[in-house]
């Protein structure tokens, strides 16, 4: 045999036994891997998008001319507090406050639309197909009669609108709820269920809070919060069904040991669980 044969037939050979490890490595069956239970916390939480409704009112110029705003975006004033000047010519006009809120220089237009008297038309692309896109009245601009000029807003008294997805049950009128806000600081704010509109899927909630971020803002995606659960975390995987209930395998002297635990929660990939102590380790793929 000459060389060249020799050297392919060695060739082949080491292909085939590359390619029959490389098949063995695929299809064989996962070895058992211990895991350590570890203490920690889980939340079950969905995404949505959520437009907010203010209870406020707009005031619109009565003149023409140039403005000089008297108080600064955002300050709390009283009814029949001056808000701004308006000079047309030798002429100057002031105007005043209606009532007594937090002043807000910014619109955007849907100041009727997305209001406590409307919300029961809301629908879904009302909420999901929102944007935010406010103008601002600045010192020195020139309006025009009946040009919108301010907003004065209540802010005890702040609701936003939330649709729920399809897959999400909706809660009960009257029940807590607890609402993150990524793009803003991540804080949790609580909220009261006030009113459903059932047809559309949206759910209206009065905020117990109320920040500067929320004066010029119509919309922003939100984490709803079903529930947070703290305690004893496990990979769903080590965690499987018996007659008796959930259970999960730990090494044993001789073979694996079955215990049995309450999943007190969790979300598709962890869960907290009632029988096992932090520094505990069970199998993540038991053999049953």
């Given at each position: 045999?000459?060389?060249?044969?020799?050297?392919?037939?060695?060739?082949?050979?080491?292909?085939?036994?590359?390619?029959?490890?490389?098949?063995?490595?695929?299809?064989?069956?996962?070895?058992?891997?211990?895991?350590?239970?570890?203490?920690?916390?889980?939340?079950?939480?969905?995404?949505?998008?959520?437009?907010?409704?203010?209870?406020?009112?707009?005031?619109e110029s009565q003149?023409?001319?140039?403005?000089?705003?008297?108080?600064?975006?955002?300050?709390?004033?009283?009814?029949?507090?001056?808000?701004?000047?308006?000079?047309?010519?030798?002429?100057?006009?002031?105007?005043?406050?209606?009532?007594?809120?937090?002043?807000?220089?910014?619109?955007?237009?849907?100041?009727?639309?997305?209001?406590?008297?409307?919300?029961?038309?809301?629908?879904?692309?009302?909420?999901?197909?929102?944007?935010?896109?406010?103008?601002?009245?600045?010192?020195?601009?020139?309006?025009?009669?009946?040009?919108?000029?301010?907003?004065?807003?209540?802010?005890?008294?702040?609701?936003?609108?939330?649709?729920?997805?399809?897959?999400?049950?909706?809660?009960?009128?009257?029940?807590?709820?607890?609402?993150?806000?990524?793009?803003?600081?991540?804080?949790?704010?609580?909220?009261?269920?006030?009113?459903?509109?059932?047809?559309?899927?949206?759910?209206?909630?009065?905020?117990?809070?109320?920040?500067?971020?929320?004066?010029?803002?119509?919309?922003?995606?939100?984490?709803?919060?079903?529930?947070?659960?703290?305690?004893?975390?496990?990979?769903?995987?080590?965690?499987?069904?018996?007659?008796?209930?959930?259970?999960?395998?730990?090494?044993?002297?001789?073979?694996?040991?079955q215990r049995t635990?309450?999943?007190?929660?969790?979300?598709?990939?962890?869960?907290?669980?009632?029988?096992?102590?932090?520094?505990?380790?069970?199998?993540?793929?038991?053999?049953?």
């Open positions: 045999m000459s060389k060249n044969n020799k050297k392919n037939l060695f060739l082949i050979f080491f292909c085939s036994v590359l390619l029959l490890l490389l098949i063995i490595f695929i299809y064989s069956p996962p070895r058992d891997v211990l895991y350590t239970v570890q203490y920690g916390e889980i939340r079950q939480d969905f995404s949505t998008q959520a437009v907010f409704i203010r209870d406020e009112f707009t005031v003149y023409s001319g140039q403005v000089n705003i008297l108080v600064g975006e955002g300050e709390r004033i009283r009814s029949g507090s001056p808000v701004l000047a308006i000079k047309d010519g030798e002429e100057e006009f002031t105007v005043y406050a209606f009532d007594t809120g937090v002043i807000s220089f910014k619109h955007d237009g849907d100041e009727t639309i997305y209001s406590p008297d409307n919300w029961e038309n809301l629908t879904r692309d009302m909420v999901t197909g929102a944007r935010n896109n406010f103008s601002s009245l600045r010192d020195g601009n020139r309006v025009r009669d009946d040009q919108l000029l301010f907003r004065i807003v209540n802010n005890f008294s702040l609701y936003i609108a939330i649709f729920f997805p399809p897959e999400q049950p909706i809660p009960s009128e009257g029940s807590s709820l607890r609402i993150e806000f990524p793009r803003l600081d991540r804080e949790i704010y609580w909220g009261q269920i006030v009113d459903i509109v059932f047809r559309e899927r949206i759910v209206i909630v009065e905020l117990r809070q109320f920040i500067d971020e929320f004066l010029s803002l119509r919309t922003q995606p939100i984490n709803v919060i079903k529930g947070v659960f703290r305690g004893s975390v496990v990979p769903r995987e080590a965690i499987f069904e018996t007659e008796e209930g959930y259970a999960v395998l730990m090494p044993g002297r001789d073979q694996p040991v635990v309450k999943v007190l929660g969790g979300n598709e990939n962890k869960a907290v669980v009632d029988g096992l102590t932090p520094g505990d380790e069970i199998f993540l793929q038991p053999n049953q």
